[in-house]
């Protein structure tokens, strides 16, 4: 338990320079050992370093090039927390790539519970036996088009598969939407490829088995606050 | 307009950890001056500048799910990665490492003078960099000096000691007495 006595040393000035950095090496060690176990110091070392980052404004002001934005997100790496979903369909080989996949041979694999057999090692088979899958209906609007939501055992948010949509005009996309007691909330936009197939990691700051239902509308280019087009897909997550 | 428009710094955060480079693309637009500002001002070469501005959104990507809220707020967080990739590359390049820290005070002094915002600057962040200024300004030069060689230049406090030939302990005096004056000038943010 952490004691505060009236004897205690804070090292109140080498807070400062911890706050900007500038303390060496051993005394820097010290310093953050001492705040690790104090909580009159760790208050005052946040303090210290919100001051120290406003001076970052006395720098002046100056934009990087128009071109750094889209080297930057044409770099993006994939997320580590999907790799569990590269490692499965580095072992799926029918999901390889899924461009490739036909609506028909999709459908067939994401309608039986043969999901989980045909694989070759039993570390897949266990990976896949954590996952959850939320097979997608179509609509009248696109009869053709299937799709399944992967949902991974770690719960951090999950994938979106899915086959034979129609391309869209570029003003339009598709548009994902987390369902819970009736009420939307955007799991975010794409474009399929050609021939309709595409494959999205969803954007959700919750775990996805707090929702009860999926749907798949399209809306204009950028997404909609909440739904206005028509539904292509949807489907019902049942734990 | 991104559906993510209003949505706080965290959870833009959230977002990115989950793989949303729509949330990216939108931090990276609110953030990118000042991180390309902080990092031009440290290095003194737009190349340098943009590498290090791009290394530290792809950090923030990469590290993104760490993030917590409890120790900084998002900007200073941010600020704090942008400064260290900004020094860290200044130390690799040494590309003004021959330059005597007095000369950087001096230049410091001229930033305070002329700011020279650009006419883009968001009216909010004109505001308190006016502030800032004003803050700073108004410190004793000794004070000012070893804020901006510790802050801008990456020195030690005991680097900071022997350029100056000054004692370690007035060097850390000097750094928390011109913190506390900051503190006590600039609104919280």
Known sequence: METETMERHHPTEALAALALGCLDTEEDAEVRAHVEGCATCRAELRALEETGALLAYAAPDAAPSEGLRARLLAGLPRRRSYAWFERLLERWPRLVPVTAVSAVALAAILGTASLVIPLRGGRTQELLATVQLVRLQATPRMPAASGVILVPPDESGGVLVVAALEELDRSLQYQLWLIENGRRTSGGTFSVAAGGAGRVVIASTRPLTDFDAFGITIEPFGGSPAPTGEKVLGGKLVL | ?189
């Open chain 2, 1 to 189: 307009m991104s559906i993510h428009q209003d949505l706080p710094d965290p959870a833009l955060l959230k977002l990115m950890a989950a793989g949303d480079d729509q949330a990216m693309a939108l931090f990276y637009d609110r953030y990118r001056r000042e991180v390309y500002s902080l990092a031009l001002h440290v290095l003194g070469d737009p190349g340098a500048a943009e590498e290090a501005t791009l290394d530290v959104f792809m950090k923030v990507w990469k590290e993104a799910g760490s993030y917590r809220p409890e120790r900084a707020s998002v900007r200073t967080w941010l600020v704090t990665v942008a400064r260290h990739q900004a020094i860290d590359l200044l130390r690799r390049r040494k590309a003004r490492g021959d330059r005597n820290p007095a000369q950087w005070a001096e230049d410091f002094l001229e930033v305070l003078a002329d700011p020279a915002d650009d006419a883009e600057t968001v009216v909010g962040d004109r505001e308190i960099r006016r502030q800032v200024r004003a803050a700073l300004a108004e410190l004793p030069a000794a004070q000012r000096e070893v804020l901006w060689l510790a802050y801008f230049r990456g020195c030690s406090h005991s680097e900071i000691a022997s350029a100056l030939g000054q004692p370690l302990g007035s060097v850390k005096s000097r750094i928390r007495s011109a913190l506390l004056h900051l503190r006590e000038r600039l609104p919280r943010r």
